[in-house]
């Protein structure tokens, strides 16, 4: 159950940074280069912890309820993780 807990905090997280990450960029006209790597870095945070949650999904061994929500919000959370990259990308070509 630590390895779920892990990933929903570290995908709250995620989210967090990226409204951040976001607010940030709409405000100002020029990003700083600390605003760019973070925002690279977010990109690649989102690809790993996208990849952790099929990770999660794959070593499940019962066919529970339980572990078909799992299941469910990982396919969730990875769509909304692939929306926010592509948003982070589009803001490196609105510059």
């Not at 529970?64 to 469910?72: K, L, S, Y």
Request: net charge positive.
């Amino acid at each position: 159950m630590i390895p779920y807990a892990i990933y929903f905090v570290l995908t709250i997280f995620g989210i967090i940074v990226y409204f951040k990450v976001k607010n940030q960029y709409s405000s100002i006209f020029r990003p700083t280069s600390t605003l760019i790597y973070i925002r690279r870095f977010l990109i690649v945070y989102c690809y790993i912890v996208g990849a952790y949650s099929i990770y999660l999904t794959t070593k499940q061994s019962e066919d529970t309820i339980a572990n078909w929500m799992m299941f469910g919000y990982s396919v969730i959370i990875l769509l909304c993780y692939l929306k926010m990259i592509w948003k982070l990308e589009s803001f490196s070509s609105k510059r």
